[in-house]
């Protein structure tokens, strides 16, 4: 099996850090990078680029809700799709510009927070994801919840898709996160994270919180890298499935593969 092990980083802001990013870039295949509306900053888009590049880690863009505050995890409400478009395509566009000043190129796009929950459970904005994206460079690769809106809103886009499960996050009965709110949603112990990535694997399905599968394609895992102990569950998490034959590559490569 070939997967890909992403994280999302470069959510420093001005003098306040958040995560542990060059620890985190020797362990993940991918870096889902802030761009500057939830976190992260100019500077520090920039440098969390140029580290990537320097640890062979591929890069995309991580837009969220501008909600500097709540780290972009307060849902907002009333956006019309153009005003989604036009969100979405910004935050991209800062971070493809920043990218190609190194001579570097964005492989995905993966929504953040409140911002991505909510278009994973709406066509209509989900549709204004996957519009923006394409709009500015169909190539680009969506990265969604499996069973979701934002997967059907991709594949009728067109778009290159890669389906992720997260090692830190409970599930609910539908398939979505289970809201950070309820007891039990962000998973820490890194052994039970590990196991519980491994068992969803080998049976290709998402195990919500009471048990129950959910069968799904699984071709990414996603650690939140403002968790507490993040490096510790990612160097778990790619240990155990490396013992058991599992082989890390970015996302391309694995669509490549496929084909």
């Known amino acids: 099996m070939l997967i890909d092990l992403n994280c999302d980083m470069g959510e420093s802001f001005g003098a306040w850090t958040m995560g542990a990013d060059d620890s985190m870039l020797s362990i993940v295949t991918s870096a889902n990078i802030a761009c500057g509306f939830h976190a992260g900053d100019p500077d520090v888009m920039f440098t969390t680029l ?6 062979n880690v591929a890069v995309g ?7 500097l505050a709540g780290f972009g995890r307060r849902p907002i409400l009333g956006y019309t799709p153009q005003q989604i478009r036009n969100m979405v395509i910004y935050q991209i566009g800062a971070l493809k510009a920043l990218a190609e ?31 923006s994206i394409y709009q500015i460079d169909k190539d680009l690769i969506m990265v969604v919840m499996p069973g979701m809106c934002t997967e059907d809103a991709a594949l009728k886009r067109g778009l290159r898709v890669i389906r992720e499960i997260y ?8 398939g979505s996160l289970l809201s950070r709110k309820l007891p039990g949603a962000v998973l820490h112990d890194p052994v039970v994270a590990s196991q519980r990535i491994l068992k969803m694997l080998e049976k290709s399905a998402i195990i919500t919180e009471n048990g129950t599968c959910i069968p799904v394609e699984i071709e990414s895992i996603c650690v939140h890298g403002d968790t507490f102990g993040a490096v510790e569950m990612a160097r778990a ?11 890390f590559a970015p996302m391309a490569q694995i669509l490549a593969a496929k084909h």
């Open 50 to 55: 140029q580290n990537a590049r320097e640890k």
């Open 101 to 131: 000043s190194q001579g570097a190129k964005l492989q995905h796009v993966k929504t953040h927070g409140a911002f991505g929950n909510i278009a994973a459970e709406n066509s209509e904005w989900a549709k204004a994801v996957a519009e």
């Open 237 to 247: 998490v790619r240990g155990l499935l490396e013992e058991q034959g599992v082989r």
């Open 167 to 174: 090692a830190d996050r409970a599930y609910a009965e539908n």
């Open 61 to 67: 863009a991580h837009p969220g809700f501008q909600d």
